[in-house]
């Protein structure tokens, strides 16, 4: 495709657009590459062993990825303001949750709403919302949007310094 089409796609969907991208971006605080940056610090404030930090997280992300079924699905069901909302305020309690974990139970409970609304959710609404409004474009509309990830993965790593 001719890169004047992506111009025009952006020029009349930009908005959608940065919101699928800020999603997609936004999913880097429950991908593993993220969380892996911090494994380190959290297994040595909690004194794990490099067993017990992999359980743990093996815990949080299989438990996600059995309600999310269920919690993808609301999609469907809730207007996409509201999904959106919801699920961008529980990836800011998820990043606080976090922040406070005091032992094994706290960052199983972290794990599990990381990886739930940020590496699931977040790029599901992206993904979906560009799937459904821009049916035609789609596809271009998803290399965008998508990119947002790439972007976090190349970018917010190097913020923890």
Request: charged share 5%; proline share 3%.
């Amino acid at each position: 495709m001719p890169l004047y089409s992506y111009i025009n796609l952006f020029k009349s969907h930009s908005n959608l657009l940065w919101f699928g991208f800020l999603l997609s971006f936004s999913s880097s605080f429950g991908q593993t590459y993220f969380i892996g940056v911090f494994g380190p610090s959290i297994q040595a404030d909690l004194g794990l062993s490099h067993t017990l930090w992999g359980t743990i997280y093996l815990i949080g992300t299989l438990c996600s990825a059995a309600v999310l079924p269920w919690t993808g699905g609301l999609i469907d069901r809730l207007s996409l303001f509201a999904y959106t909302l919801i699920v961008g305020l529980c990836l800011i309690v998820a990043c606080l949750v976090l922040s406070l974990i005091s032992g094994a139970i706290s960052l199983i409970l972290a794990i599990f709403l990381l990886r739930q609304f940020g590496q699931a959710l977040a790029p599901h609404i992206a993904v979906t919302t560009m799937a459904r409004s821009l049916y035609k474009e789609r596809a271009r509309a998803l290399a965008i949007v998508t990119m947002g990830s790439a972007v976090g993965e190349a970018v917010l790593p190097f913020l923890q310094l």
